[in-house]
């Protein structure tokens, strides 16, 4: 069965949020005008998944149940160490993803191909402008300076060099690198999800790739370059296997990492003036711009009340240069803010999300895990990348969504898409069947 009109009007709301959720700024354009088109395009959609929800299968209900759970558990911590506004605002970092799943879901099963349509050239588009501080850095287009109410109350540095081609077209700095690696790794999946690529699609794909690292090096993103390579390492390395042409390109990819590593930590070491004397952790912690320091103090304060956590404000922590910033790990920061009854149900997510990755699909259907490993990896190093600010989850969440439509339990057989950028046929698209029957 085709779809519908409404079908595909729904896959363009659904790619164009997924386009625009990254982009908080744009010369010439009121940013909180753009704010108010994400909040109408993410509003509409949860009304529209809402209205036609249900629990078809087991596997997303365990993924709901959880982060339902992760909710009651922020709301019920934050209540008790802070008060109802930031209680509210953390049982939202679960609630968003949960709400975009079901409205993802919501989408007819006959809609499918053209969603993936839909997002590959709303990813094309989305890279392509990530570019711009690349070309702005080296002089090749205007660059513009980031509007000042995205930094208030920073340290007078940031706020004296905030320009497209340091900050991007994000909210901060190093935000960045956690908007742009999962989207660039989910372009990447949604280009290459034919079972024999073209070559100029590979080249383009490859182009786009390193052009979004690129873009978070220049920016000064430190997660994000490290992120994405790691996942296109580890994508190789299980996709590829270990033969002599992948070994080469995993050394490549090695030195990469290592180079958009020292890129992204290195200035700060030298233009910060940060004192690198010491011991060796004193040093790493320097070079990490006080990360580790920050990650020692995350534990620290979640000794002081293991089961219910400290709260936000006195989860935070004073770093040199810096101030005082949330812990720059997703983890602790949750371990610490609101103790064992966030981390436990967290964890659980987090293992059931690894655990889906895992899980086999159709040989042309892309595959997101590489997606889940980018969120895990930033996550590591960023505080609000796989659960936070949901504007810069967006895609490692619609990533999930595809991983679990695609699963092998669900879809039994897809002849109804060919290409990143193909067209399937009527006839083929009267083949796609899944295990729940139409929707």
């Not at 490290?226 to 590829?240: S, W």
């Not at 912690?285 to 580790?292: I, K, Y």
């Not at 969504?401 to 046929?425: D, P, Q």
Request: proline share 5%; hydrophobic share 55%.
């Amino acid at each position: 069965m085709l779809p519908t009109f409404g079908d595909k009007l729904h896959a363009c709301l659904i790619s164009t949020y997924v386009a625009i959720a990254g982009i908080y700024w744009l010369p010439g354009i009121n940013a909180n005008l753009i704010a108010q088109a994400k909040i109408a395009l993410f509003g509409t959609l949860v009304i529209i998944g809402l209205a036609r929800f249900r629990i078809s299968h087991r596997q997303q209900s365990n993924l709901y149940f959880l982060m339902g759970l992760c909710a009651a558990a922020a709301l019920t911590t934050n209540i008790i160490n802070e008060n109802a506004e930031v209680a509210i605002g953390r049982a939202r970092d679960f609630i968003e993803p949960l709400l975009w799943l079901i409205a993802l879901f919501a989408l007819p099963h006959r809609a499918f191909p053209f969603l993936l349509r839909a997002l590959t050239w709303a990813m094309a588009i989305f890279l392509c402008l990530a570019m711009y501080p690349v070309f702005a850095y080296a002089g090749l287009l205007p660059d513009f300076p980031v509007p000042p109410q995205f930094f208030e109350g920073g340290p007078y540095w940031l706020i004296e060099s905030s320009m497209v081609s340091n900050s991007g077209f994000s909210a901060s700095r190093t935000g960045w690198g956690a908007v742009l690696a999962p989207a660039a790794l989910l372009a990447a999946v949604l280009f290459l999800k034919s079972p024999k690529p073209s070559k100029l699609l590979i080249a383009t794909t490859g182009v786009l790739l390193i052009g979004a690292l690129a873009s978070m090096i220049v920016t000064g993103g430190r997660g994000g370059p490290l992120a994405l390579v790691a996942a296109v390492a580890y994508g190789l390395a299980t996709t590829g296997g270990l033969r002599a042409s992948n070994i080469v390109l995993l050394a490549a990819i090695t030195g990469v990492f290592l180079f958009s590593g020292a890129m992204a930590f290195i200035p700060d070491l030298f233009f910060r003036n940060t004192d690198a004397g010491g011991s060796l952790f004193d040093k790493l912690n320097a070079l990490s711009t006080g990360r580790l320091a920050s990650f020692v103090a995350a534990f620290d304060r979640w000794q002081e009340a293991p089961i219910e956590g400290v709260g936000v404000e006195n989860a935070r922590v004073w770093l040199d240069n810096y101030g005082i910033v949330a812990v720059h790990n997703v983890w602790l920061r949750f371990l610490a803010e609101s103790g064992l009854l966030l981390f436990v149900p967290l964890s659980l997510v987090t293992l059931e999300l690894v655990r889906l990755s895992l899980n086999k699909v159709d040989a042309n259907i892309p595959r997101a895990s590489l997606v889940i490993i980018c969120g895990l990896v930033l996550g590591l190093l960023e505080p609000s990348v796989v659960f936070g600010s949901f504007n810069a989850n967006a895609p490692i969440w619609t990533s999930v969504w595809i991983m679990l439509f695609t699963a092998k339990k669900r879809v039994r057989r897809f002849g109804g898409y060919s290409g990143a950028f193909g067209h399937a046929s009527a006839t083929r698209l009267g083949r796609f069947e899944t295990h729940a029957g139409p929707h």
